[in-house]
């Protein structure tokens, strides 16, 4: 991004932060993700060679360091503590999105690859204790061979599975992805989602009742939108 040519701390902070694809990619660092291909997966619609440059960007600016893997073979990315502080500004981005932007997805943003991304990076895999529990969901929607995913819950650690890991599945989802992504976005409260069917959820009922600290909504889901409170309706209307 081009200077703003202003001394102003705001000016300077804009110049880095507010350039496309930097927030998201600060989001998928502080939520966990630290290999090229795993960040790569929660922007899916950003190039690998921009996906680079931004981070070497980032990278020479302070908020990101490179560090050799366990193998030594390739690179891990990691937020410095400058990068950190960023992260406050970035959920505080996404509670007013949650709160002000509209709430109707278009087919574009219906996007299976980042809603599994989003629930590996963010649930609980201690909600059911710290023995192996396995959930299976099913995007009932969806061609065959991206229908399930098994998530492995073990020792506090998750593993995604893209084929059946084998052992007792303790829980059963089943919803279409609009329907997913409105749970896991807290448009649709998970128990009304189950209620009315669009969550079909099957298992033990000491495993159901846990679902939802697993799920492990944060606070952006917990926002309640305002597309009908007081200032959008005043912008709603019309000059007298």
Same mark, same amino acid.
């Not at 991004?1 to 000016?11: D, E, N």
């Not at 966990?32 to 795993?38: C, K, L, M, P, V």
């Not at 599945?169 to 919803?175: C, P, V």
């Given at each position: 991004?081009?200077?703003?040519?202003?001394?102003?701390?705001?000016?300077?902070? $804009?110049?880095? %932060?507010?350039?496309?694809?930097?927030?998201?990619?600060?989001?998928?660092?502080?939520?966990?993700?630290?290999?090229?291909?795993?960040?790569?997966?929660?922007?899916?619609?950003?190039?690998?060679?921009?996906?680079?440059?931004?981070?070497?960007?980032?990278?020479?600016?302070?908020?990101?360091?490179?560090?050799?893997?366990?193998?030594?073979?390739?690179?891990?990315?990691?937020?410095?503590?400058?990068?950190?502080? %960023?992260? &406050?500004?970035?959920?505080?981005?996404?509670?007013?999105?949650?709160?002000?932007?509209?709430?109707?997805?278009?087919?574009?943003?219906?996007?299976?690859?980042?809603?599994?991304?989003?629930?590996?990076?963010?649930?609980?895999?201690?909600?059911?204790?710290?023995?192996?529990?396995?959930?299976?969901?099913?995007?009932?929607?969806? &061609?065959?061979?991206?229908?399930?995913?098994?998530?492995?819950?073990?020792?506090?650690?998750?593993?995604?599975?893209?084929?059946?890991?084998?052992?007792?599945?303790?829980?059963?989802?089943?919803?279409?992805?609009?329907?997913?992504?409105?749970?896991?976005?807290?448009?649709?409260?998970?128990?009304?989602?189950?209620?009315?069917?669009?969550?079909?959820?099957?298992? $033990? &009922?000491?495993?159901?009742?846990?679902?939802?600290?697993?799920?492990?909504?944060?606070?952006?889901?917990?926002?309640?939108? $305002?597309?009908?409170?007081?200032?959008?309706?005043?912008?709603?209307? &019309?000059?007298?």
């Amino acid at each position: 991004m081009k200077s703003y040519g202003q001394f102003c701390p705001i000016a300077k902070a $804009a110049e880095i %932060f507010c350039e496309r694809w930097t927030a998201l990619v600060i989001r998928n660092l502080g939520a966990g993700a630290e290999r090229f291909n795993d960040i790569h997966r929660g922007v899916p619609h950003m190039s690998a060679t921009l996906l680079t440059r931004r981070l070497r960007h980032l990278e020479a600016e302070g908020l990101v360091e490179r560090r050799r893997s366990g193998t030594g073979k390739s690179w891990t990315y990691h937020l410095t503590n400058a990068g950190a502080e %960023f992260l &406050p500004l970035v959920g505080a981005l996404g509670i007013w999105g949650q709160r002000w932007t509209r709430r109707e997805l278009t087919e574009g943003e219906l996007d299976l690859g980042l809603l599994i991304w989003g629930l590996e990076y963010s649930v609980d895999p201690l909600a059911f204790g710290p023995k192996r529990h396995v959930l299976r969901l099913s995007v009932s929607d969806q &061609p065959e061979h991206k229908r399930r995913y098994w998530f492995v819950c073990e020792d506090g650690k998750l593993d995604l599975c893209v084929s059946d890991p084998g052992g007792e599945t303790d829980l059963f989802l089943d919803a279409t992805l609009a329907d997913l992504i409105r749970v896991y976005r807290g448009d649709v409260a998970l128990e009304a989602a189950m209620d009315d069917g669009r969550l079909k959820v099957d298992g $033990a &009922p000491k495993h159901i009742r846990r679902l939802r600290r697993w799920f492990n909504f944060d606070t952006m889901a917990r926002t309640p939108g $305002a597309q009908d409170g007081p200032a959008r309706q005043a912008l709603a209307s &019309p000059p007298a």
